[in-house]
């Protein structure tokens, strides 16, 4: 089962990944080529995950289904 939230804050992680990329590897950097482009992203997107930041869940899976009314298993 694959589940999108209806609300926006799950889209926070995700717009800070890309603002980070963007200020930290893209900003002030002229590309020739696509390809080029590419590199600097793939070598941004390494570098970010040698030292991942995992997300801790504070409440359990079922607390979370049950406040987004998404039926669990029968």
């Known amino acids: 089962m694959h589940f999108t939230p209806t609300s926006a804050s799950w889209r926070n992680m ?7 990329l963007s200020e930290n590897q893209l900003r002030r950097a002229a590309f020739r080529s696509v390809r080029d482009l ?7 997107v390494d570098k970010h995950n040698r030292h991942p930041n995992p997300f801790i869940w504070t409440a359990k899976a079922s ?3 049950a406040r987004s009314r998404v039926p669990g298993p029968s």
């Open 14 to 20: 995700v717009e800070r990944f890309f603002r980070d």
């Open 38 to 44: 590419l590199c600097a992203i793939e070598q941004y």
């Open 63 to 65: 607390e979370i289904l």
